[in-house]
């Protein structure tokens, strides 16, 4: 390790570090992959594996009605019925509509039985989402171009759903990233209180961020795996999130080792030894955590874990490499005005309100400890009632066009009418299959929509408004009823629906023992402890729990949100038990360094003190990171986010400032059972952490090495 850290931090060696980071960087942006979408060159992307609407998916892409996407188009009367003359100008409306796209081609006017509202469906050729998005905004247009007063155009079906969701994404890139940069620089410079030191952190993780987006495309490219705009939106938060934790840590140590140390080259080298344990433990978990999810059977949830390990792998290169050697260049004045000097109180030895926490923690640690599992048990009550599944009326935070029109066309028509189910089966089983298909309660409409040598393409059109839990049931009884004809299978948006909700309870039961029993072996490994890792990873998975609890109270009875996204649980529960994690790694490795100087108790109080400015700053930061996924108007994304959030403040504020200290000092040695408490050179300050006895390497004093304890902490343990 000291090879490495002399390596990066020099005189020398800083300036060409940093320069060969530039040229690299650059490199990477002139050369890098396309961070665009590819999620439409999969058709499969947010499909389980082995689900049969995922076999009907694929094999449909055979059938001519593949290469083209159904925009259905509704007129209405605002109030009573179409006259004979606005059904004539809707006619000239339709008409007009088949010019606009090259290929399009129209079906029938059909009027409703109320005869308030007509709908013609169009078959667009298929085409990517930015296209897509111009040609219905231009059909919209067209559609209302010259209609009589009274009467409304709306469009909607699959093509405007994939339009309005395109639209949705619109810019977000820049939205996210601005809204992110804006609020990390903001908190950094309430925590530093300096005008120049924000920008060193910032500037390198913002360039790392733009690297992870650029490499994450690459390797998913090389994967055979798709890259879509969600996935980019919680890479980008992901790394400004941990990047930025991994800087806060980092110069906090800096700082403190500026105030011991006249040399900034020596203080850097001593800072970056110490901290590097700590960084490179907390990223193995979450890199970890991140790969568990290519066991899911969803390829974009593969996709997203895969692109989340790149990005949290290039998130702690520059915390560890890059940014050290870029804030000894500055040397100490870029802490200006609070510019620490050599003979100021460190952390640990001053008044501080985290040292007053130590010292009601040190008081009554068991009673400290029960309160706080109790409040965190209270909170995950609120996870009993929890349901899952959002039809895409819910998966937005305002009320699209398409999904408006759908819901004023099945006031007049059969709601599904605008998604059928689809059922792919053989032309010689087409009959028996359109037959029993019609049998079944709930359908009410079945047709051939589509047929090759091989293969058959019927609609079902359902009674049940599509994403409901009517729809999700008639899809089931369809399968039933066609179970026992071969190769044919039921798809369609609903079918999908009913896959997706029973692909996430197999990932969730499959995944999250993987990712426990992932980051309980990083933990063992570092700490060389078995009960000290168990009771930290039960923090963890409490705090999810908590704040899953927490967030269903905020969405189902502030937010009037009546489920969660089928992926919440999931990927909350990753990034919040890998990046809770992180902040009790902060903690211990602190702890277990002061420990071998002034015995279990004093060291946990002394690490309490130490660290707990820092990983405050870093949760609520990492919580505002997150909750600006709330700028894109998705519903999932606002959903992961609130989650994290929440749990982020829970640890930082509660568990990791209360519970683990509490526990750590209730226990004592035992602590570390079944290894040995740490033990070193009892009494002596830890500044001879560089390796030396007596912290002469390096040219430290002896005097300043040997600082006295936090005043008022006596160890019991």
Known sequence: MDRIVRTIVGRRASLLVVVVATLLAAFGFATGADTGSTSAQYPDAQLPRGAESTSATLRQESLPTADTSAAVVLFTADSGTLTPDDLAAVGERVGALTGVVEGAQASPLIPSEDGSAAIVTLALPATSASTLSEEVAELRATARDGLPDGVTAQLTGPAGIQADLAEVFEGADFRLLGATALVVAVLLVVTYRSPGLWVVPLLTVGITDRLASITAAGVLD???????????????????????????????????????????????????????????????????????????LTPGTRALGLASAVGI??????????????????????????????????????????????????????????????????????????????????????????????????????????????????????????????????????????????????????????????????????????????????????????????????????????????????????????????????????????SLGLSWWVFSGLLGQDALDVQV?????????????????????????????????????????????????????????????????????????????????????????????????????????????????HGRHHGSHDGSRDGRREGRSPAVAAAPPVAGLTDRS
């Open 222 to 296: 090389a994967a055979g795996l798709p890259l879509d705009e969600s996935t980019t939106g919680i890479l980008s938060v992901l790394v400004f999130g941990a990047g930025t934790d991994y800087a806060l840590l980092l110069i906090s140590r800096y700082r403190d080792e500026l105030r011991r140390e006249a040399d900034r080259f020596r203080a850097m080298r001593h800072a970056l030894r110490r901290t590097a344990e700590a960084v490179l433990a907390s990223s193995s978990t979450v890199v970890l955590a991140a790969l568990a999810l290519l066991l899911s």
């Open 313 to 546: 792998v290039l998130a702690a290169f520059a915390g560890l490499v890059v940014l050290p050697a870029l804030l000894v260049l500055f040397g100490r004045f870029i802490f200006w005005p609070l510019v620490p000097r050599v003979g100021d109180a460190a952390t640990t030895e001053r008044r501080t309100v985290w040292s007053r926490v130590g010292g009601l923690v040190g008081r009554r640690p068991a009673t400290l400890a029960v309160a706080t599992v109790a409040l965190l048990a209270a909170l995950s009550s609120g996870a009993l009632g929890i349901r899952t599944g959002l039809s895409d009326a819910d998966q937005f935070t305002r009320t699209p066009e398409a999904i408006s029109a759908a819901e004023r066309l099945g006031e007049s028509f059969p709601a599904g009418a605008s998604d059928p189910a689809i059922i792919i089966t053989t032309p010689a089983q087409a009959a028996t299959v359109e037959t029993l298909a019609a049998g079944v309660a709930g359908v009410d409409a079945v047709g051939e929509a589509g047929r090759t040598d091989d293969l058959v393409r019927l609609d079902a059109v359902l009674a049940a408004a599509p994403g409901s839990a009517e729809a999700r049931d008639t899809v089931v009884a369809l399968r039933e009823a066609l179970a026992d004809v071969p190769a044919t299978d039921v798809g369609g948006s609903d079918a999908q629906s009913v896959d997706e909700r029973a692909g996430a309870v197999r990932d969730l039961t499959v995944i999250v023992p993987v990712v426990l029993a992932l980051v309980l072996l990083v933990l063992v490994g570092l700490l060389r402890s078995l009960l000290a890792p168990v009771l930290l990873v039960a923090t963890v998975v409490g705090t999810f729990v908590a």
């Open 569 to 681: 649980p999931l990927l909350s529960f990753l990034f919040l038990v890998a990046l809770g994690v992180d902040y009790n790694i902060f903690l211990v490795t602190r702890a277990r360094e002061e420990a071998a100087h002034h015995g279990t108790r004093t060291g946990v109080l002394r690490a309490l003190t130490a660290t707990g400015g820092v990983i405050t700053s870093a949760g609520v930061l990492l919580a505002a990171v997150f909750a600006v996924l709330g700028v894109l108007p998705l519903v999932v994304l606002a959903q992961i986010g609130t989650v994290i959030g929440i749990g982020v403040l829970l640890d930082t504020l509660l568990v990791r400032t209360v519970l683990v200290p509490a526990l750590a000092v209730w226990l004592g040695d035992r602590f570390w059972w079944p290894g040995r408490p740490p033990r070193g050179d």
